[in-house]
């Protein structure tokens, strides 16, 4: 499979994402999404979406002793809704309003994530969060945010099995819902496939950090590249807006 230069950089910030979920439990979305955007918009939300199920997967499999089902299946459930406004949203607004949405969606994450917020892991909070999640995460790729802000409080092994497992159900659910609405073709799929090898190098760097990074010293870093290109993906859309 022959690679062009910007699909060798996807792959690289693919990689990059995916051991700072696999390590911390979120940061994969947040860090890749708006990157990939600026290469090309048709990484967003089909490809990250679908490489994103396979990390899920891969996690659930490894943290299942850890995983309580029972605590996160309300945000699952709630993730059903929000996918499907997730999706009529990315079909009924142009090109520079999608970017403005998605700048203003991982900007905001970024600002929630700096202001420690203390919000318990309670049934309805978590129902609260998965609908949001399935909003901006089929609309934008970047549904993590939402549901981390929930379990802030919880250790980090216990935050990202559970994270993994909602994301494990609900990413299948956004990718059901952009193949319902027509968001989705083969050669977002053919995209998806040319970042698998990310996926697992992401995955095996992740074993090689673990331990050496923790949520705390990973977030000053994730946040700020994450922030710097939704800035740069904001600006992007302004100038569509303007029509400059």
Not at 98 to 121: E, N
Not at 157 to 178: C, D, K, N, W
Not at 210 to 234: I, Q, Y
Request: proline residues 6%.
């Amino acid at each position: 499979m022959l690679y062009t230069l910007p699909e060798l950089l996807a792959v690289l910030i693919v990689t990059c994402g995916i051991a700072l979920q696999t390590v911390v439990g979120i940061g994969y979305g947040l860090v890749a999404a708006p990157l990939l955007y600026l290469i090309d918009p048709v990484y967003v939300p089909g490809p990250i979406l679908l490489v994103g199920f396979g990390l899920a997967l891969m996690m659930v499999i490894r943290e299942r002793r850890e995983l309580r089902w029972k605590r996160v299946m309300p945000a699952i459930i709630a993730r059903v809704p929000g996918a499907w406004c997730g999706a009529a949203l990315l079909v009924a607004i142009p090109q520079y309003a999608l970017s403005l949405f998605f700048g203003f969606s991982v900007l905001s994450a970024v600002l929630l994530s700096l202001w420690r917020l203390s919000i318990p892991t309670t049934p309805i909070n978590l129902t609260i969060a998965g609908f949001l999640s399935g909003v901006t995460g089929t609309a934008t790729s970047v549904g993590g945010p939402p549901i981390a802000l929930v379990y802030q409080q919880q250790d980090r092994i216990t935050a990202r099995s559970e994270i993994a497992a909602f994301l494990l159900i609900g990413t299948p659910v956004s990718i059901i819902m952009l193949i319902h609405q027509g968001s989705l073709d083969w050669h977002t799929a053919h995209l998806s496939l040319k970042m698998l090898p990310g996926l697992f190098l992401g995955f095996f760097l992740a074993r090689l950090i673990d331990g050496k990074l923790t949520t705390t010293s990973a977030k000053p870093l994730l946040l700020a590249v994450s922030g710097a290109s939704a800035l740069m993906v904001t600006i992007k859309g302004m100038i569509g807006w303007l029509g400059l």
